[in-house]
């Protein structure tokens, strides 16, 4: 199958204006300090221009309120809006609302999807997504959070951090052990919960190194959170009881293309920053560009943000082919191979500045400490780059040792092809 990432010209008309409207309109926000209440007075004509554009929550098909452009043109999208952490909150795709959207488009009912997903498309409502727990790091089978059906409804108990957004949610999706007994992959579901219910207490927001400087009241944050008998209504189960582990990687795999892809966009702004760096900066009698420390930055910088590129896209491609549970490989390796690069890049971006790329005045510090994290994102690297050496490692047999030493291989071969040894001697 010949891999195809072409787009149409009338899409490609929607990327220029993208690229444009990103970095003409949205760019120039991160040089303000602004409130949440003034933020969201800028950016609501901002948004307007988006759904006059048909961009709004692309993510999703056009029946349940986004534009249906697949993974591809959805992964060339996140490129351009990977540039400022502004842009994909004004183009309606922002996180966890856009995977939270599609978990709800995936496996809610219709009344799920008419109280809470049609409000979040149209940015009415936040979500939240709650699987973190502190003892359970990256592996979901240990998570303790329990939901216990009474009745009408289930009752929740646990502990939850690094909940994204939980803190200015209006609901929380929470993963919690329905079925302690059941296979490890069929133990938990996915609940609804209105942020405002009884016993969920919003601890805090955890202080994480990616902390922004400017505008910081407009992170998302990172809620812990606790659910004390937190009672919930049982038609809030998001499809049937044990789906969760399913739900989450149906949401968890095109989630990781849409970061990898932004990845790729805050790697070519840093990318760009280095090489206007390099031909403007002149030091020890010529400039920048011309030290091959330097030009070996570029070259590496340029090699590896492309092959970053074309694994990403593949993946999408390969999602858009056969779905994300037989893109396993490709979104595992984008996801360690892209978080290294855009690491790289930023770190070479801010050497070449020296003092000024190490300051605050320029985004570079924050891109740096944010990369981090990308690391650690949606499952830690070398989660996905064991996933990817086990699954490759399936294509393969065991051999036994050959007991023969090699002159008798060589021998056996000699035999095999001794009449066209012997025909090559003779033309010599």
């Given at each position: ?257 849409h970061h990898a892809m932004r990845w790729l ?28 420390m330097v030009q070996e930055w570029v070259a ?129």
């Amino acid at each position: 199958m010949a891999w195809d990432f072409s787009t149409e010209p009338e899409f490609e008309t929607k990327l220029t204006w993208m690229r444009e409207f990103v970095r003409d309109e949205i760019i120039p926000l991160e040089t303000l300090d602004l409130d949440r209440a003034t933020f969201a007075r800028i950016t609501a004509p901002l948004k307007e221009q988006v759904r006059e554009q048909g961009l709004w929550a692309a993510h999703l098909p056009p029946e349940l309120g986004g534009s249906g452009f697949g993974q591809v043109r959805l992964g060339l999208m996140h490129e351009i809006l990977g540039q400022c952490r502004f842009a994909p909150g004004i183009f309606g795709n922002q996180a966890p609302d856009a995977g939270n959207a599609e978990l709800l488009a995936i496996g809610g009912s219709p009344e799920q999807q008419e109280r809470w997903m049609h409000p979040l498309l149209r940015g009415e409502l936040r979500s939240c997504f709650s699987m973190t727990e502190p003892g359970a790091g990256s592996d979901p089978t240990l998570l303790a959070t329990t939901a216990v059906r009474d009745g009408d409804e289930y009752v929740l108990n646990g502990h939850k951090w690094f909940s994204t957004n939980g803190s200015h949610a209006d609901f929380l999706i929470v993963m919690a052990v329905t079925d302690p007994e059941a296979p490890p992959a069929r133990r938990a579901s996915m609940l609804i919960v209105p942020t405002g219910t009884a016993g969920v207490e919003i601890l805090r927001d955890i202080p994480t190194l990616d902390h922004a400087p400017l505008g910081a009241d407009l992170d998302s944050g990172h809620a812990e959170i606790r659910y004390r008998d937190v009672r919930v209504p049982a038609e809030n189960l998001i499809g049937e009881p044990g789906d969760g582990f399913r739900l989450a990687q149906q949401r968890l795999g095109p989630g990781r293309i849409h970061h990898a892809m932004r990845w790729l966009g805050q790697s070519r702004r840093a990318f760009d920053m280095l090489c206007e760096r390099a031909v403007s900066r002149h030091t020890h009698g010529s400039a920048l560009a011309d030290k091959q420390m330097v030009q070996e930055w570029v070259a590496m910088s340029a090699a590896e943000m492309r092959a970053a590129r074309l694994l990403t896209l593949h993946a999408a491609w390969t999602m858009d082919q056969v779905g994300a549970s037989r893109a396993r490989v490709e979104i595992g390796m984008i996801k360690y191979w892209g978080a290294r690069v855009l690491h790289d890049v930023i770190d070479r971006a801010i050497q070449v500045h020296g003092s000024l790329g190490f300051s605050a005045d320029l985004p570079l510090e924050y891109m740096y400490r944010a990369a981090r994290g990308a690391r650690m994102l949606d499952g830690p690297d070398e989660v996905h780059k064991v996933t990817v050496a086990r699954r490759i490692l399936r294509g393969y047999t065991p051999r036994e040792v050959p007991t023969e030493h090699v002159p008798t291989r060589a021998a056996a071969a000699r035999e095999k092809f001794a009449a066209y040894l012997d025909a090559a001697v003779a033309d010599a």
